[in-house]
Every structure is written in C-alpha cells, then in structure tokens.
C-alpha cells in the first residue's frame, strides 16, 4: 500500500490551493475540478476535509465523472491512462487536473467540456 492512500486529503488540499493561487488561480476553481471529478458538492468536500478522510477513503466514497477516461497525459513523468492501482489512477487524475489549472488552461478545457 502506497504511503499516499492513507494521507488525508486536507493534508494536501493547502498545498494544492498554494499551488494554484501562486499562478493566478483560485480556491473555487480548485473546488470545482473536484466536484466535476468526484460528485461531491461543496458541503460534502468540506466534510471530507474537516473530517480527516484519506485519500483511499475520499475517492472510495466519490462518484467519478464519466469522462475522467479523457484525463490523459504526464504527471511526474508518469502518464495518467497507465497506471495500474485504481486508486493510484484517480489521485494521478486529480494532480493532472490541478497541474493543468497552474499551467493556465481554461476550466472549459481542464474539465472536459
């Protein structure tokens, strides 16, 4: 088990919005990736962020879009559409969705529309 299944997203989710607040992006986009790749709306994030939930936990009791199959492409040298561990995939989507956000790209575009 990867070290990563067990920390918990509220661990994370800071550096995530310092990651996209340095490049000019804001805290609801960030909320609205999620919400367009788990189901949850911002009530049920914010629960899962006070709550502690690990990543296992939190993508375990999301509902993923069905297209998350168009996230493709290169997260740390590794690509999103080959990775083998489930759980793995849905966290690698959720940073290429947050690296595609600091890059620039219009929320159209990172969301698959």
């Known amino acids: 088990m990867h070290r990563i299944f067990t920390t918990s997203v509220s661990s994370v989710y800071p550096a995530y919005v310092a990651k996209l607040e340095r490049k000019g992006r ?6 609205e990736v999620i919400a367009w790749l788990t189901g949850f709306d ?7 962020l006070d ?22 492409g290169a997260v740390c040298g590794v690509r999103v559409e080959s990775v083998e561990d489930p ?3 849905k966290i ?22």
């Open 26 to 31: 804001t805290n609801a986009e960030l909320d």
């Open 42 to 48: 911002e009530a049920e994030l914010l629960r899962h």
């Open 51 to 72: 709550a502690g939930t690990t990543f296992a936990e939190f993508f375990d009791a999301a509902r993923l879009n069905p297209n998350v199959a168009l996230i493709t």
């Open 87 to 89: 759980l793995m995939q």
């Open 92 to 113: 690698r989507y959720l940073d290429k969705l947050v690296d595609e956000l600091a890059r620039g790209r219009p929320m159209a575009k990172v969301l698959r529309s």
